[in-house]
């Protein structure tokens, strides 16, 4: 890994502010340039298909009433179903929704699902609200999207913020809207459901563990042992605990966690389930963990650390903290967590990528798992859903990692130019209507 240069030091500084969906067409460009995509169809998947944006009002714990700004973003469907995560957040809105539409697109493509990318929520923060409220909001943004969503038309999923319980909530909403005779066979209008509501058993570590097994694979193609390597992780929610719960039992050495409230760090490890638990106990903040100390919001990316899991929201990887990362390796948990400026550091210092779109795609096959499940009346044992996960992300991580070393490019370009060339055949064996 090379040290970051005084020149590159320079240029970065001076790299614009860029929002979401500024980075996603420029990786978009990159690999549609590389394959040299045809120019009409390039032309299709530059835009969404659908843009839905529904203001609706609730009425709070209080008996007042609030109007909230709820979205979904529908980008293509070529290959299928819209899919893709709800998420209630104070930063969602349209570009942003647009940016993680066009992410599922590529990442349900690169996996091999008969999917394509939607995505959307809530401009909300949920902790300023009770569940009574929250289940309340949650009802009424489904009832405003009912039309809009669908088991074979378009399936959302938990995000940030939303949890299982969400969509039991929405699940039961949809369906509720439907004519008697239909609604058991709309259950799968949703995934990432309870267990006991037609939930796939495992779906809560899916994304997780796909993380953890694709750092697995990456450690396994560059004969590197991950039994005492240290690792940071930012956001210890869902994605952030399953990946540091099985990167543990393979001997790895947590040392560093950031999350909404805070940043702490080990000099020796942190212990997954003790900091697990703590968090639980203190309405999810991992702050004033005993064993461990705290660390500036700013200092945490340049912790020493073998690896860095950024597991939270996008755009946190920058230029501006790029060139201080001391990780060999970064494993994208979220979605867009690293910027383009943010990524040519990266690349530059020798910084390996796994990226977002095969990285994080755990989530999307367990999702696709659940909705088979549901929609062929099964239920599959957690042995049989963590071995089918295993394969599937094995499948995907050998061909990205390839493609990468046979073209001479980066992963995140490899993945794209994967995830597009699939879409492209698809709408040159069929044609565009008219």
Same mark, same amino acid.
């Given at each position: 890994?090379? !040290?970051?240069?005084?020149?590159l030091?320079k240029?970065?500084?001076?790299?614009?502010?860029?929002?979401m969906?500024?980075?996603?067409m420029?990786?978009? /460009?990159?690999?549609?340039?590389?394959?040299?995509?045809?120019?009409? @169809?390039?032309?299709?998947?530059?835009?969404?298909?659908n843009e839905?944006?529904?203001?609706?009002?609730v009425?709070?714990?209080?008996?007042?009433v609030?109007?909230?700004?709820g979205?979904?973003?529908?980008?293509?469907?070529a290959?299928?179903?819209?899919?893709?995560?709800?998420?209630?957040?104070?930063?969602?809105?349209?570009?942003?929704?647009?940016?993680?539409?066009?992410?599922?697109?590529?990442? !349900?493509?690169?996996?091999?699902?008969?999917y394509?990318?939607?995505?959307?929520?809530?401009? *909300?923060?949920?902790s300023?609200?009770?569940e009574?409220?929250l289940?309340?909001?949650?009802?009424?943004?489904?009832? =405003?999207?009912?039309?809009? @969503?669908?088991?074979?038309?378009?399936?959302?999923?938990?995000?940030?913020?939303?949890s299982?319980?969400t969509?039991?909530w929405?699940?039961?909403?949809?369906?509720s809207?439907?004519?008697?005779?239909?609604?058991?066979?709309?259950?799968?209008?949703?995934?990432?459901?309870?267990?006991?509501?037609?939930?796939l058993?495992?779906?809560?570590?899916?994304?997780g563990?796909?993380?953890?097994?694709?750092?697995?694979?990456?450690?396994?193609?560059? /004969?590197?042992?991950?039994?005492?390597?240290?690792?940071?992780?930012?956001?210890?929610?869902?994605?952030?605990?399953?990946?540091?719960?099985?990167?543990?039992?393979?001997?790895?050495?947590?040392v560093?966690?950031q999350?909404?409230?805070?940043?702490?760090?080990?000099?020796n490890t942190?212990?997954?389930?003790?900091?697990?638990?703590?968090?639980?106990a203190?309405?999810?903040?991992?702050?004033g963990?005993?064993?461990?100390?705290?660390?500036?919001?700013?200092?945490?990316?340049?912790l020493?650390?073998?690896?860095?899991?950024?597991?939270?929201?996008?755009?946190?990887? !920058?230029?501006?903290? =790029?060139?201080?990362i001391k =990780?060999?390796?970064?494993?994208?948990?979220?979605?867009?967590? !690293?910027?383009?400026?943010?990524?040519?550091?990266?690349?530059?210092?020798?910084?390996?990528?796994?990226?977002? *779109?095969?990285?994080?795609?755990?989530?999307?096959?367990g999702?696709?798992?659940?909705?088979?499940?549901?929609?062929?009346?099964?239920?599959?044992q957690?042995?049989?859903?963590?071995?089918?996960?295993?394969?599937?992300?094995?499948?995907?991580?050998?061909?990205?990692y390839?493609?990468?070393?046979?073209?001479?490019?980066?992963?995140?370009?490899a =993945?794209?130019?994967?995830?597009?060339?699939?879409?492209?055949?698809?709408?040159i064996?069929?044609?565009?209507?008219?």
């Amino acid at each position: 890994m090379t !040290t970051i240069t005084a020149d590159l030091k320079k240029e970065v500084k001076k790299a614009p502010v860029r929002g979401m969906m500024d980075n996603v067409m420029e990786q978009f /460009n990159s690999a549609a340039n590389h394959i040299n995509l045809h120019p009409n @169809i390039r032309k299709i998947l530059s835009i969404t298909n659908n843009e839905i944006l529904v203001n609706f009002p609730v009425k709070m714990d209080n008996g007042d009433v609030e109007v909230f700004t709820g979205y979904r973003v529908q980008h293509n469907s070529a290959l299928g179903p819209y899919k893709g995560g709800l998420r209630y957040h104070p930063t969602v809105d349209i570009d942003a929704a647009r940016a993680l539409a066009m992410w599922m697109t590529w990442k !349900t493509s690169l996996a091999g699902l008969p999917y394509g990318g939607g995505k959307g929520g809530i401009k *909300i923060d949920p902790s300023k609200y009770s569940e009574s409220e929250l289940e309340r909001i949650t009802r009424r943004f489904t009832y =405003a999207l009912a039309d809009n @969503i669908g088991p074979e038309h378009d399936i959302p999923a938990p995000d940030v913020n939303t949890s299982s319980q969400t969509m039991a909530w929405i699940a039961d909403t949809y369906m509720s809207t439907r004519p008697p005779a239909e609604r058991s066979a709309n259950q799968h209008v949703v995934t990432g459901k309870p267990d006991g509501s037609g939930g796939l058993e495992g779906r809560d570590r899916a994304t997780g563990y796909g993380v953890y097994l694709s750092i697995k694979f990456w450690a396994k193609k560059n /004969n590197v042992n991950l039994k005492g390597k240290k690792y940071i992780v930012q956001g210890f929610g869902n994605v952030g605990y399953w990946a540091s719960y099985f990167l543990e039992k393979d001997g790895a050495l947590l040392v560093g966690v950031q999350d909404a409230y805070g940043s702490i760090k080990s000099a020796n490890t942190i212990k997954v389930e003790d900091l697990f638990n703590y968090a639980k106990a203190n309405k999810g903040s991992i702050v004033g963990f005993p064993y461990s100390e705290p660390v500036s919001k700013n200092d945490f990316f340049s912790l020493d650390c073998d690896i860095c899991i950024p597991a939270a929201l996008g755009n946190q990887i !920058t230029s501006e903290n =790029a060139p201080f990362i001391k =990780a060999k390796l970064i494993a994208e948990g979220a979605n867009g967590p !690293t910027n383009v400026e943010g990524e040519k550091v990266l690349l530059e210092r020798g910084i390996a990528i796994i990226p977002d *779109i095969l990285c994080n795609s755990g989530g999307v096959v367990g999702s696709y798992f659940e909705w088979l499940q549901n929609r062929n009346g099964e239920i599959w044992q957690l042995d049989e859903v963590m071995a089918k996960l295993d394969k599937k992300m094995q499948e995907s991580f050998n061909k990205v990692y390839d493609y990468s070393k046979e073209e001479g490019i980066d992963m995140r370009t490899a =993945a794209f130019c994967i995830a597009i060339k699939r879409i492209e055949k698809a709408y040159i064996q069929r044609g565009i209507f008219p």
